[in-house]
């Protein structure tokens, strides 16, 4: 199934109607960016390799208190760098 525009706006209502920390990734595009705005939000590049191999580009949104590891590539986060957000977590507890 392809969404269309109006099925991304209603998945964005209603993970946004959560009551719990959420959160989604999308294709990188303007449409979907406006419907998350106002959120936190990551940028990042991505290996697509279900078909064809392809690097492409994802954004990830994030519920309001989330807390978001500083990494240089989520999509590749390395040991040191889980640990280190870990080890901040623990802290901040």
């Keep these: 199934m392809t969404y269309r525009p109006e099925h991304h706006a209603e998945v964005a209502s209603l993970v ?9 990734s999308y294709d990188d595009n303007e449409e979907i960016r406006k419907l998350y705005e106002g959120l936190p939000t990551r940028a990042y590049g991505i290996v697509y390799t279900a078909q ?3 690097r492409g580009r994802e954004v990830a ?4 208190g989330l807390r978001i590891p500083e990494v240089r590539d ?14 901040r977590a623990t802290a901040s507890a």
């Design 16 to 24: 946004g109607s959560l009551d719990c920390r959420w959160m989604v």
């Design 52 to 54: 064809d191999r392809y």
């Design 61 to 64: 949104f994030f519920s309001k």
């Design 74 to 87: 989520p999509a590749r986060m390395t040991a040191v760098e889980v640990q280190a957000f870990q080890a």
